[in-house]
């Protein structure tokens, strides 16, 4: 099952409430945080929104 490894890596201090409830939506709420979240088209949509501000790298989870 391939995963999305996503960082933050800029902060959300003074960016519109949009970006920062994407933000809130995906688990990431402290700078350098990471969270692994399925590769699904909802989940790329919320990482194209705040791309600025992420790292993202591809990864295969064993099941």
């Given at each position: 099952m391939k995963q999305l490894k996503i960082e933050?890596?800029?902060?959300s201090i003074g960016?519109?409430?949009?970006?920062?409830?994407?933000l809130q939506g995906m688990g990431l709420g402290?700078?350098?945080?990471?969270v692994y979240l399925k590769?699904?088209?909802?989940?790329?949509g919320m990482v194209n929104k705040v791309?600025?501000?992420v790292s993202v790298e591809e990864c295969e989870m064993d099941a």
């Open positions: 933050l890596v800029k902060s960016r519109p409430g949009a970006q920062r409830k994407v402290k700078m350098h945080k990471t590769d699904t088209p909802e989940i790329r791309s600025h501000l």
